[in-house]
């Protein structure tokens, strides 16, 4: 939206519905301070999608999908994704002097050269970059490492702009010479353009915090070392900051570690499972085990009866931070059906136990070595799960979804050929799998096949489009397909932001 975009006048009932839509769909709170940044969007919104008056246009964002382009615009106009690198001073120096070296020479001796972060919010990417560029200045070996850097934010025009990696002068006021100078190519209008070799190293999705489930492997948000999330909260309701506090802590490998925002007030209630450290002028939340008493119930369903004869559940969400309840494994959790929920509710130190018990009994099948493979992985232990997956596969070699799970295992390991390899064997056994297409499509682009990996996520499009919307994925923690076609829609717009209009 234009910065000079006038305002206008809404009868206080519309302003009052139009509120009311945004928390719904958004879980965004419109305060009175806002009010007249959403005048001005609806005025703008008016003019640009031509409705005659305010309850015409109230009247089409209620009809219209939550990725329709009207309902873009009015997110993108409310949420100020006012953003610039290194944006808090006491933040990156923690980063950079304290967390990054100790980290690093904790990976460098386990030998294992992997790091995740997340940038949750990331608006036109500055912060995600930020930290992209203080591991290029601390990671020498840097392309030995495999690292992923994910920036997700919910407005499609922030994402574009992140993923074209151009700035303003202005959005490199806090930025050090020397990352300006090795990161940064000016360009003849002015505008500085994010290097391709740094921008090789991030990946940027849309998420919508408030409605999305996550922790997932889907949209890679599980085994997370680090979260950023700041000046995100100020948008939200109070039950919604818990929510998502609860789900970040399940996404962050124990002794990880969130920053939130130096204005970003929290309810001390929200604190459970995190410890916090005061820095000079601003603080970090270190992520420990909950007492067991927290283990929520099911974030996700079972797998559908009519997958299989046996019970069998997808490989989707994530989450190593949880506590190690003491594994009482009873006859009940034991069984496949037991197995199944305890995979269902993310209780997965339970889940592996509950399957090496069956296989200290003698059993030995390939379900159960796949269930084996999703606790391992999602316990990040990605290595031992690709052991387990291969030996599933041993025995049973026409699984789509242990293809699928060994597809994102590797994805995870970083092994991309070998993961691409595996989403077509899926594909194979099932043209149908709309995440398998949606990964594909994720994977080719970060192999620079634009153009083909366009085409597999319109495929995963087409097929979720086509299906029955409310039908659950097989793979995907809490989404049905009408919730993928939508998350579809708005990746199609971030990667080609003039491509027409798709509802
Ligand atoms: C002020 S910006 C913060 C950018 C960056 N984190 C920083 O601190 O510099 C807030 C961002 O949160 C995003 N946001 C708001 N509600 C969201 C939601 N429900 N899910 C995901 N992102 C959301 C907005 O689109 C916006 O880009």
Known sequence: MPAAARSCVLAPDIEEQLCLLVRERTGIRILDHQMDTLRRTVADGLSRFGHGDA???????????????????????ITVGESYFFRDQAQMAWLREQWLPRLIAQRRAENNLSLRVWSAGSSDGQELYSVAMLLAEQLPDLERWNLHLLGTDINPEALARALRGRYSDWSLRA???????????????????????????????YLNLSEDSFPSMLSETNALDLILCRNVFIYFDPAIVAEVMRKFHACLVPGGHLLLG???????????????????NAFTLQSHARAPSAVEPAAVEPARADERAQPKTPPQ????????PSATTTAATTSYEGITRLLGR??????LEATADRQMRGDDSALLRQFRAKALANLGRAREALEACDASLALDSGDKHSHFLRALILLELHRLPAAEESLRRTLFLDRNFVEAHYQLGLLQMRRGAQQGGLKSMKNALAIAERAQPDRRLHDAAGRDHERMAAILRHELRMYEPDGGDRR
């Open 317 to 324: 969400a994530v989450s190593v931070s949880q506590p190690a």
């Open 346 to 351: 993310e209780a997965w130190r339970e889940a």
């Open 262 to 280: 130096a204005s970003d007030l929290i309810d001390s209630g929200t604190l459970d499972g995190f410890s916090l450290h005061n820095l000079d």
């Open 55 to 77: 309850a015409d246009y109230l009247a089409a964002l209620r009809a219209a999908r939550a990725s329709s382009p009207e309902h873009e615009h009015l997110i993108a106009g």
């Open 175 to 205: 930025t050090p010479e020397a990352a300006r100078t090795r990161h940064f190519r000016q360009e003849k209008n002015r505008a500085w353009s994010v290097s391709a070799a740094l921008r090789g190293h991030v990946h940027f999705a």
